[in-house]
């Protein structure tokens, strides 16, 4: 019998002494193996020998993927000071820089990829509308992995047509586009062929995502052939603002716009680097405005090697400029019916497409201080099937609708107030605002000297007042002069060198479920569990890690375990998560399987095996993706696996 301070795993039967309870236990249920703590645990700050002798890539191209335009760059690493944004797309808008393209994808009825950005735009704008029905056309999509609560492999996205598509499917194509793309363009620079395991791809996604989403990206990216699960370290998923902190660190004065002065920033020669304005523990914000979402996270530079330390974890939501987008659309519907667009939408699916990009470069104008009215030009078939569907005219509904600041232009246009269009960006702002403001509320960030903007939303003049008037007077306000290339630049920088996020705070609590002597007063009667005349407590959430707490890049968390019988070969594992830090048992809510170690020791020599077996389990934190390993000490067998949120 093992002494008194030493927890045990158990293989145990299902029914066998088991109180009956109201309860579920999944231990039980699933006849999961028990195991228990044999150590205290303690961190192992010594970093995976593996990380240092990493491979050698002649190049590292990181893709910008975002809700509303894409875009890549690449950097030589015999050259890493020179980064090239890719070449122009052919058939950009007018009013819109088109160092970036669309993110919208169109497939053939046969649901075969056919192109992507300005040219699937163009393409699907051009067919007849009949057979433009049978095509499939997607645009925005990106925000389906930060909206789907229980996203899966089989997660579903939703064509222009109606027509249902797997959403892996859709992500795997537009990054396989980028990757020939990039290396087409790479190959006709360098006069040779460039081959995909020269590059080390880089994908930016929202910090704020969840753990999930992050996966699901790598997941895509495999079947893309950027990378596969035995080359994983030629792919990093890369967080949006930490790549955007890591640029914006860099820059040099004449680089960006201080928004208090308008003016480029005083006080220095502009040949010097932030960093000469940056001192050891300057902290800074980094508010990251895209398409489809906000995100904030706080950093710290660690000189002399300029090393960023993340300070509090990355906050957000969904307060992207497309927040402006459907204020246009719950507008339209305000004026001409709600039951009309929703129709509209589904039977001219290339006119809304037209409607909203028409929209677009209206947005783009819009300003604090203007004065003359925007214009929206509405497409002919808006017109003829508003008059067959309602019986009357455009004109007719907007002067019946209450709405006063539109008017229709006799050139047929709608003509919006500029208090109109202010009011459309209103909500958005203000929910961002709102968030800056508690942010600054945490005394983490009570300090902080620099808030840059950055991000495709950035540009927006209405944005920059808002954040200018808000909070001018506690920091200083920064806005990078290519603010929508940032994150597309700075995840080339962390390409180069991965290791420049030297701490990262862990957005979940993570552990194993394990099997303590059950304490009278202490544990819940439901959870006790009867075997061989010892009683046991089960379902206990051991933690390896809590949400918020600070990790050092490659940090190894290491925790020993011993199975009740020496005889038991295999020896099974269950990692949970949680969102909160308080959680005691992994039938708390909010817990969540996300990974099983099965360590199978058939076959080891018995006569090696010791009287109480130890198993270590390490998690390795820090990276965008956790690994855990458990190893038999006696006999050196191990196994891997990374944390999986998809698949449980």
């Keep these: 019998m093992p002494s008194e301070d030493v927890h045990v795993l158990l293989p145990w039967n299902i029914h066998e002494t088991a109180p009956t309870s109201a309860y579920s236990s999944p231990a039980r249920s699933l006849g999961d193996t028990g195991i228990t703590p044999l150590s205290p645990s303690h961190i192992v700050n010594d970093a995976d020998p593996n990380v240092s002798e990493q491979q050698m890539f002649l190049v590292v191209v990181a893709i910008d993927f975002g809700t509303t335009s894409s875009g890549y760059a690449y950097s030589f690493a015999k050259e890493p000071e020179c ?28 649901r075969k990829f056919h192109s992507f ?30 909206t789907t609560g229980d996203l899966t492999m089989d997660t579903d996205l939703t064509a222009a047509n109606g027509k249902k598509i797997k959403a892996l499917e859709i992500f795997a194509y537009a990054l396989q ?26 994908i930016t996604v929202p910090a704020i995502w969840k753990q999930p989403a992050k996966q699901f990206m790598r997941q895509a990216a495999y079947q893309a052939g950027l990378a596969s699960p035995e080359t994983a370290e030629q792919l990093i998923i890369a967080l949006e603002p930490e790549a955007a ?7 040099r004065l004449h680089q960006m716009i201080e928004l208090s002065s308008k003016a480029a920033v005083n006080g220095y020669s502009s040949g010097d680097t932030v ?7 300057d902290k800074y914000v980094v508010v990251d405005s895209g398409g489809g979402t906000v995100d904030l996270t706080v950093h710290q530079i660690r000189l002399p090697e300029g090393h960023l330390k993340e300070l509090y974890k990355a906050t957000g939501g969904p307060y992207g400029s497309l927040g402006v987008d459907y204020e246009f659309e719950k507008l339209l519907c305000k004026i001409f019916g709600e039951d009309f667009i929703e129709q509209f939408k589904i039977k001219r699916p290339a006119a809304w497409v037209d409607l909203m990009i028409a929209f677009e470069s209206r947005k783009r104008a819009a300003a604090p201080d203007r004065t003359n009215p925007l214009n929206i030009t509405l497409p002919f078939s808006f017109i003829d099937y508003y008059k067959k569907f309602r019986g009357h005219s455009v004109e007719h509904a907007l002067r019946k609708s209450n709405v006063d600041f539109v008017k229709w232009s006799s050139q047929g246009m ?19 605002i709102e968030h ?28 920059q007042q808002a954040v200018q008037a808000a909070f001018g007077d506690k920091c200083r306000i920064i806005i990078p ?14 390409g180069l060198d991965p290791a420049v996020i030297k701490v990262r705070r862990s957005p979940l609590t993570y552990g194993v479920g394990v099997l303590n002597r059950y304490v009278e007063g202490k544990h819940p009667p439901e959870k006790l569990l009867v075997k061989d005349g010892t009683r046991w407590c089960t379902d206990v959430f051991d933690k390896f890690i809590s949400a918020d707490q600070s990790v050092a890049l490659g940090e190894l968390v290491k925790r020993s375990y011993t199975p009740a019988k020496p005889s038991q070969l295999v020896i099974v594992i269950n990692i949970y998560s949680c969102e909160h830090d308080d959680v005691s048992f992994i039938t708390d809510p909010g817990v969540k399987k996300c990974g099983t170690l099965r360590l199978d020791l058939t076959g080891t020599s018995s006569t090696a095996v010791p009287a109480r077996r130890e198993i270590q389990t390490l998690m390795q934190f820090g990276d965008t993706e956790i690994k855990a390993t458990a190893v038999d000490i006696a006999t050196s067998k191990s196994v891997k696996v990374g944390i999986d949120f998809l698949n449980y």
């Design 245 to 251: 902190s890591i640029y914006c660190r860099k820059l």
């Design 436 to 463: 800056l403001r508690d942010l600054f509320q945490k005394p983490e960030v009570s300090t902080v000297k620099f808030l840059f903007l950055v991000g495709g939303f950035a540009e927006a003049p209405l944005l």
């Design 83 to 110: 980064i090239h944004v890719m070449r122009r797309w052919e058939g950009g808008d007018p009013g819109v820089s088109n160092q970036k393209t669309p993110t919208t994808i169109l497939l053939t009825p046969e």
């Design 414 to 432: 709608l003509r919006m107030s500029p208090d109109a269009m202010n009011a459309l960006f209103k909500p958005t702002i203000d929910s961002i």
């Design 481 to 494: 002069q290519d603010v929508g290339l940032t994150i597309l630049k700075g995840a080339v920088l962390f």
């Design 177 to 202: 586009y980028f990757k020939e793309q990039a290396l087409k363009e790479l190959s006709d620079q360098a006069g040779s062929e460039f081959e995909n395991s020269d590059v080390r791809w880089v």
């Design 117 to 146: 950005g300005y040219a699937a735009r163009d393409f699907y704008h051009d067919l007849d509308p009949n057979e433009a029905k049978q095509w499939l056309y997607l645009e925005k999509f990106k925000m389906k992995l930060h």
């Design 275 to 281: 960093g000469a304005g940056f001192a050891q523990g």
